[in-house]
Nanobody
Framework: QVQLVESGGGLMQAGGSLRLSCAAS????????MGWFRQAPGKEREFVAA????????LYADSVKGRITISRDNAKNTVYLQMNSLKPDDTAVYYC??????????????WGQGTQVTVSS
């Protein structure tokens, strides 16, 4: 059974930094591309970032470029999302997802349950 478990969310002040983690189990992690998506209240889920199975390639949404970095540790079966210069617009539930190929667009093969990030001004 595949499980993706996000952690690291919370209440932050604008301008601060936060690192989300997503621990994967039940799949051969090093063969999957990993992505982060987010869904703000009243809005559709949107792509944030994705990274290839090796970590050699990554994709970012234009809205987060320069502020957010995706990385992975295949030895720990974990993908990370480092978020800097947080803005209130970053407030959302953040989901990690695993997919057989690197893409910005769902569907992804597996999804986590999400972690809430709230940024106050």
């Amino acid at each position: 059974q595949v499980q993706l478990v996000e952690s690291g969310g919370g209440l932050m002040q604008a301008g601060g930094s936060l690192r989300l983690s997503c621990a994967a189990s039940g799949l051969t992690f090093s063969t999957y591309a990993m992505g982060w998506f987010r869904q703000a209240p009243g809005k559709e889920r949107e792509f944030v970032a994705a990274i290839s199975w090796s970590g050699g390639s990554s994709l970012y949404a234009d809205s987060v470029k320069g502020r957010i970095t995706i990385s992975r540790d295949n030895a720990k079966n974990t993908v990370y999302l480092q978020m800097n210069s947080l803005k209130p617009d970053d407030t959302a539930v953040y989901y990690c997802a695993a997919n057989s190929r690197l893409t910005r667009r769902p569907p992804y093969d597996y999804w986590g349950q999400g972690t809430q990030v709230t940024v106050s001004s």
